[in-house]
């Protein structure tokens, strides 16, 4: 069997949960990942699981609101070459063929972090669809995520937050319900060129965007989370809970056994939550 990714081991090893890496893949031809097969699946997926909008949009833009096109999934796929879109199918792995594609995928890396978060969690899969010259704003995510470039091409730009303050405040509204998209531009920009057959390693929260090249993109996004990135984000929620009633709380990862004791208490919180929803 071929192997899905291509991947440095030693490199790899050397930039896991810390920055991002170059990467590999041999997707191009995979028949999953063209665009008919793309727009069938658009039309196959639950609403909630598109997410569509105009794709010229700025680098920076913290409300997360773009102007939508008035059509079905299907046809937004379909006519990607010339309407100016970006869209995003989410969890594809609902569809069992794509399940098997990521974890097929994904099984391969297993080897590679070995036991140094735990065990892989929540394994997730994005396809993303960007017209020429399209823009994904400035945000950041709670995964670790391998992004793969398909067809087209595109830069990906992932750089680190001004200060610690700083991340710590961006991060913290987001895991209390704020929009992916940052509010201010990160330094220290680090440029991936992509194109078919390239990807790029993106770690747990690093800030990034990413600018499209002049041709139509077919990228597949493949994530995951750990024991150790559910116990990080349940310690911004905390924090930002403790923030809330002027308590000035110390990032996660200067103070490991706060940081448990405080992911202990949201996720305590999170579970009597779901219990009396549940009632």
Known sequence: MTSVLQIDPSGFQAHFARSPYAVGHTLVEHPLLQLERIAQLADALPA???EHNVG???ELLPGGEAPRLDASPGEIARGIHSNGCWMVLKNVESDPEYGKLLHD?????VPLVGDREGPMRRREAF?????PDSVTPAHVDP???FLLQVSGTKAMVVGRFEDESTRQLELERQ???????VNAMFDDAQEFPLGP???VYVPVYAPHLVRNGPEVSISFSITWRTPHTDNLERAHVANAAMRRIGLKPASPGRRPRADALKAG????VRGVKGKLTRH
């Open 48 to 50: 909630a699981q598109v």
């Open 197 to 199: 057959g390239d990807g």
């Open 105 to 109: 995928a994904l099984d391969e890396v």
């Open 143 to 145: 995964e670790h995520n």
């Open 127 to 131: 396809i993303f669809l960007s017209a």
């Open 265 to 268: 208490i949201t996720r305590g």
């Open 56 to 58: 010229k949009v700025p």
């Open 175 to 181: 895991v209390s319900g704020g929009h992916r998209n």
